[in-house]
């Protein structure tokens, strides 16, 4: 018989987590559920290709825009309330896209999506570093990464499937319900980690503070930076699922699987590596290999977009895959280091680097996408650009770290005890 204690250990270390992996999955699995609907809905509204990548475009913007404020807010109310008023705003945007009449009405209701989706997404991360340290803190978070991987991958699959009942506005109902069943979960099965007296006022002056206090750290932009960089190169081919699978590869609308199985299910690979290495390795050297792994990743896509191979399956999607198995295995540790930073302003940190990645992003899907996305060659070099620029920043990271461990000497470290 498991005692009390047991069993709340056991919540944590595997209730908690699921939930918050399926929480930070609505952000992504949000952007491209509509990529099947694409077509249909450019005969709806008489749009074409350039004018529908703006559901994409809308979306991250405001996901953007608003993220800097979701997680010092929960700094200051707690985790639970910013994400269930969050995901109430985000079932209402969804109703809102499969009721739209026009492009423009989707539009709106794409920017309320992207505007609330962050406080389940984004406060989500802070959880776990709430809760534990460590390699306990590096294992859960590479379990969430793990189911975290798993959206962008059914994203379309759902996407189709749905539309083989019905219309495209059934694909924004769907989202509605999961919406609705976000709030059930986070309300019945996620206690508050967040205590009051940890907990800031909810102030202007005090928000800003924080978010300028991470902004002025130059090992944060080092951190988030170098993170953004390397996810953005994968996050190319996502946000541009629908030029590069149907335009480029010639695919259908139910193929979408043939790019985001191999590269997402290399990602989750990758998590699950990062939770094995808990303990065992150094978070310096699990990076820099899982950095090195995306390094090749984006010369071996070069090197295949530039031969007869470009186009042919599964070649063309080797390199992306790649650079997502290297993600996998830096992305929870990253996140990890970034939060370390500033102990007390978790939720600040999570928002700025967030931020930071989502405008990435959305410049990725405006000012980028449209211009390679012709060709096989210029995805794969704008991806090895990413991943090049990223690994620079994380050695002159790790430059700047061990100088500075040169001059003050090596930090005592505490034991760290295993699951």
């Avoid at 699921?18 to 930070?24: D, H, P």
């Avoid at 186009?311 to 970034?338: F, K, R």
Wanted: with cysteine; net charge neutral.
């Amino acid at each position: 018989m498991r005692t009390d204690a047991e069993r709340q250990t056991r919540r944590l270390l595997v209730v908690v987590p699921a939930v918050l992996a399926c929480l930070s999955m609505i952000g992504p699995f949000s952007i491209d559920t509509p990529f099947p609907a694409f077509p249909e809905m450019g005969e709806d509204f008489g749009a074409g290709a350039g004018q529908l990548q703006l559901i994409v475009t809308v979306y991250l913007a405001s996901f953007a825009a608003m993220s800097v404020l979701h997680g010092p807010i929960s700094d200051a109310i707690g985790r639970r309330p910013v994400m269930v008023v969050s995901l109430c705003v985000y079932v209402v945007a969804s109703v809102a896209c499969a009721f739209a009449p026009s492009l423009g009405w989707l539009l709106v209701g794409r920017a309320l999506q992207g505007l609330s989706a962050g406080g389940a997404t984004i406060v989500s991360r802070t959880v776990i570093r709430d809760l534990f340290e460590g390699a306990t803190a590096q294992r859960l978070m590479s379990r969430v990464a793990v189911i975290f991987g798993i959206a962008p991958a059914i994203g379309p699959i759902v996407g189709g499937l749905v539309l083989q009942l019905g219309e495209w506005p059934l694909v924004f109902w769907f989202q509605a319900i999961l919406g609705v069943a976000l709030v059930l979960a986070v309300v019945l099965l996620l206690p508050e980690t967040h205590p009051e007296e940890r907990r800031v006022a909810l102030r202007v002056g005090v928000v800003l503070g924080s978010l300028a206090a991470v902004a002025r750290e130059p090992a944060f932009h080092r951190l988030a930076w170098a993170t953004a960089l390397i996810f953005g190169a994968q996050f190319l081919y996502i946000g541009g699922a629908a030029i590069f699978v149907v335009d480029v590869l010639g695919e259908g609308e139910l193929d979408f699987w043939k790019l985001f199985v191999p590269m997402i299910g290399c990602m989750m690979l990758g998590s699950w590596l990062c939770g094995r290495a808990a303990g065992r390795m150094t978070a310096r050297k699990l990076v820099s290999i899982g950095c090195t792994i995306s390094f090749v990743g984006g010369v071996v896509g070069i090197l295949v977009a530039a031969s007869p191979l470009a186009t042919d399956l599964p070649w063309a999607i080797l390199g992306v895959s790649l650079i997502a198995l290297g993600n996998g295995m830096t992305y929870p540790t990253m996140q990890l280091l970034l939060l370390d930073l500033f102990p007390g302003r978790l939720g600040a940190v999570v928002s700025m680097s967030s931020f930071l990645a989502l405008l990435l992003n959305a410049i990725t899907a405006v000012a980028i996408t449209p211009h390679v996305g012709h060709s096989a060659l210029g995805f794969a070099t704008a991806a090895l650009v990413g991943v090049g620029a990223g690994q620079l920043l994380w050695a002159w990271h790790c430059a700047i770290e061990s100088r500075d461990c040169v001059i003050e000497g090596p930090a005592e470290l505490e034991p760290v005890e295993l699951l």
